[in-house]
């Protein structure tokens, strides 16, 4: 069993407030991704990092950031939470190799009000 | 066009039957492919790994299709556990990993 945290599980907040969406791995993955899924859709990569020091962003446009500075924490932040980034957050890691998958954490149900 | 497309059902059948479900993928130079299972309002789960020459897993049988760019998944004998949506996994050429938008199997009694 793959062994990826996030917390909180379930979070409803008021807009403007800053948030930190909690992601940590025990495996020693190299790589580290941030999807976002609206309930019944599919899964949009918003970040991703290979490694301490490197992210990217995927192929949907996110307004969040998110750090790396160790290998087992990728946090993510939103600055200004809005209505629109109410959705479900899955945290994921994977090994080093490209035939190795990814393993995914519990998500976070975010609800903006 | 996706990367990688599925059909997204719902493929309704009763418990004993078994069930295929396909996914093409675009990018040639792909190496790597996965299904994997999300129930509702879950995270994704890692299935099965597809190799070239194909895999068995107990009721669950992946395929490559490979000169036609294609995966598959057959699950026998369904059980009303297997409701869920079945996820289409390509490694691309760009070091990520590529999700279909999922396939949804109800199996009903």
């Known amino acids: 069993e793959a062994d990826i945290y996030q917390t909180p599980r379930y979070l409803v907040i008021g807009t403007g407030k800053k948030i930190t969406l909690e992601c940590s791995q025990t495996m020693g993955h190299d790589k580290m991704y941030w999807y976002q899924q609206d309930p019944g859709m599919e899964l949009h990569l918003i970040h991703y990092?290979?490694?301490?020091?490197?992210?990217e962003k995927g192929d949907l446009s996110s307004e969040s950031t998110v750090s790396r500075i160790r290998t087992e924490h990728f946090p993510l932040t939103l600055e200004s939470a809005r209505p629109s980034h109410t959705s479900q957050y899955l945290c994921?890691?994977?090994?080093?190799?490209?035939?190795?998958?990814?393993?995914f954490g519990d998500g976070t149900r975010l609800s903006i009000l | 066009r996706k990367e990688v497309e599925q059909d997204p059902g719902p493929f309704n059948v009763p418990e004993g039957a078994t069930v295929a479900f396909n996914c093409t993928y675009s990018?040639?130079?792909?190496?790597?492919f996965f299904w994997y299972r999300q129930d509702c309002r879950k995270e994704p789960k890692l299935l099965m790994s597809?190799?070239?020459s194909g895999n068995e897993d107990g009721r669950f049988t992946a395929q490559l299709n490979r000169a036609s760019q294609y995966i598959s998944l057959l699950i026998r004998d369904s059980k009303l556990s297997d409701s869920a949506t079945y996820l289409c996994v390509v490694h691309s050429g760009f070091q990520k990993l590529v999700f279909g938008t999922g396939t949804r199997l109800l199996v009903s009694p």
């Open positions: 990092s290979y490694g301490v020091n490197s992210t």
């Open positions: 597809v190799y070239s």
């Open positions: 990018n040639s130079a792909s190496q790597s």
């Open positions: 994921a890691s994977s090994g080093t190799y490209s035939n190795q998958p990814q393993h």
